[in-house]
């Protein structure tokens, strides 16, 4: 009886440390991936040596759900529009209707300059790191600081779904934080 004990609580432990620290399985409910991950598919993320790269599909939390996209802008790309399109990065990604302005991605340590057009954009980012920041007549503050820049503490990613159409992603929920990225797919 103290062995099949011993071996029930070695097998809850060996499970908890594989799904906490090298993979985890989502189930992708919508279409925003097809044609590269069916609705209803199972992915395994693997979490282990984890360092995320432009093309990656990953997983990651946004408001207590979870969700599995592909990394099209890194740390230091810059996204801008173009007559109702915006380009990510090199230029090589179009995508219709995106309210976006020219900015930076943001790369952890990373200064960028605050001004009232780019401040909209910045201002999500810079609260999730911990601050209070507005603006109030064409100044940004920060933390009750009157601020023209910010130096970021982690890197950010612009994730989109490969079925451009049907995908809730960067361009309407903005950058994820590294911090809420929870591993890359291994496909099959």
């Not at 991950?37 to 693997?46: F, N, P, S, T």
């Not at 309210?99 to 790369?107: D, Q, T, W």
């Not at 605050?114 to 601050?131: A, H, M, R, T, V």
Request: aromatic letters at 16%; one cysteine or more.
């Amino acid at each position: 009886m103290k062995v099949l004990f011993n071996i029930i609580i070695f097998s809850l432990c060996l499970g908890f440390g594989i799904k906490t620290y090298i993979f985890e399985v989502f189930t992708v409910p919508t279409d925003s991936m097809t044609p590269t991950i069916a609705v209803g598919q199972k992915v395994w993320l693997c979490k282990w040596s984890f360092k995320p790269q432009k093309d990656d599909v990953v997983g990651f939390e946004k408001n207590g759900e979870y969700f599995v996209k592909r990394i099209i802008g890194m740390p230091l790309d810059s996204v801008h529009t173009e007559g109702g399109l915006f380009r990510v990065g090199n230029g090589k990604r179009f995508v219709s209707n995106a309210p976006l302005l020219f900015f930076k991605i943001p790369k952890k340590g990373d200064t960028v300059i605050l001004d009232k057009d780019n401040f909209s954009f910045y201002q999500p980012l810079i609260e999730k790191e911990g601050n209070q920041a507005g603006l109030l007549f064409d100044k940004m503050y920060i933390n009750g600081s009157e601020a023209t820049s910010y130096i970021f503490k982690q890197n950010y990613y612009f994730v989109q779904g490969d079925n451009l159409n049907h995908s809730e992603d960067s361009r309407h929920f903005g950058l994820i934080g590294e911090k809420k990225l929870l591993g890359w797919w291994v496909q099959p």
